[in-house]
């Protein structure tokens, strides 16, 4: 999803657009699998330095559980706020000014074209709101390291493996 922001761009700070975000096509999912639409609704504002977008996304994944790779549905809500600075000046647009306590701040460019590239910022704010595990319950057994079984599932007769410094101890202690 691409927006085209020439308008906003040459509109006086403070402006204002909407943007419904109804879906994203599949190809921009980037690698999800999303079993709900991504939706929500974003604020665009002209600001001294370029475009603020501001708004809140929200969504369903399809991830696999960190323990048994089993599929789990994790709904997703995500605030964004990204701040996009225009690459070239637009002509009738107000300058661009630099605000130096922005130094830090990522910021997102506006192409050549005046376009605003907002799946990749929306999937960039899902990505990072993505916990570091993900666990179909939170007791979950996991797979068995040796034969793959889902121990959720079955059970299996593998033995733990046994640490090889607790067979040399068991050796000296037989010798003794
Ligand atoms: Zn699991
Ligand atoms: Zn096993």
């Keep these: 999803m691409r927006y085209k922001v020439a308008d ?5 700070p403070g402006a204002v657009r909407w943007i419904e975000v109804d879906d994203i096509e599949s190809a921009e999912h980037a690698g999800f699998q999303v079993v709900a639409p991504v939706q929500g609704r974003l604020r665009l504002m002209r600001s001294p330095a370029g475009i603020l977008v501001e708004g809140r996304i929200s969504t369903t994944l ?9 599929p789990v549905e994790l709904p997703i809500d995500v605030e964004i706020s990204e701040h996009f600075r225009p690459t070239v000046t637009i002509p009738g647009a107000a300058p ?3 605000d130096p306590d922005e130094e ?3 910021i997102t460019e506006i192409d050549e074209r005046q376009m605003m590239d907002l799946s990749g910022v929306i999937w960039q704010n899902i990505e990072l709101a993505l916990p570091a595990s993900v666990l179909c319950r939170p007791d979950c ?28 101890l068991a050796r000296l202690i037989e010798k003794h």
């Design 8 to 12: 906003l761009v040459k509109a006086p």
């Design 62 to 70: 399809n991830l696999g559980c960190s323990r048994c790779l089993e």
């Design 96 to 98: 661009v000014l630099t």
């Design 104 to 106: 830090d701040e990522a």
């Design 141 to 168: 057994a996991g797979l068995c390291a040796q034969c793959g079984a889902n121990r959720n599932q079955e059970a299996c007769d593998c033995q733990p493996p046994v640490d090889p410094r607790w067979t040399d």
